[in-house]
């Protein structure tokens, strides 16, 4: 016997318009920052991890967990961004098998330079299109969504 639950139509329409959007900011913020910053929006998000963590250092394992990537992604986006000057893969002390992702000068640079303009498109394209009402209803529902996939209770700040 089928128990799958599927969506009613009222339902299939909210799932397409939130899927819908999300996917459409995340490429009009990819857009913004190659445009303005030649960086695309995977790289933007894993240098604010590495600037917010203490002494701009990370485990591999951890970023890769704080940013929801797979480890062979994570290894890549960071292998480009070593190419540039912007992280040192550092190798874990205690565990040599483990290495640490390190935000360096440059990139941190890179990431001041960059972040006016991300803000002003969040800004414009998420904040200043919703009510205060409609936003404080986002962030409930964005706490509910993150605690039905069992993260952790704050999510990460970009």
């Known amino acids: ?10 339902e299939q329409e909210i799932w397409r ?18 445009h303005d910053s030649s960086m ?5 998000e894993i240098l604010v991890a590495l600037s917010e963590a203490p002494d701009r250092t990370l485990r591999m394992s951890d970023l890769a967990g704080v940013r929801g990537f797979s480890r062979s992604r994570l290894s890549h986006a960071v292998a480009r961004l070593e190419q540039v000057g912007w992280v040192e893969r550092r190798t874990c002390p205690t565990d040599r098998r483990g290495s640490y992702a390190v935000l360096t000068d440059a990139g941190f640079a890179a990431l001041e330079a960059a972040a006016p303009g991300h803000v002003t498109a969040v800004r414009e394209q998420l904040f200043d299109v919703l009510t205060p009402e409609q936003l404080a209803e ?20 970009h």
């Open 17 to 34: 318009a939130f899927i819908t959007a999300v996917e459409g900011l995340i490429d009009h913020f990819d857009r913004q920052l190659q």
């Open 138 to 157: 986002l962030g409930e529902i964005s706490k509910a969504i993150l605690k039905g996939l069992g993260c952790p209770d704050s999510p990460p700040r």
């Open 1 to 10: 016997m089928d128990r799958t639950r599927w969506l009613s139509e009222r």
């Open 40 to 44: 695309p929006y995977t790289y933007y």
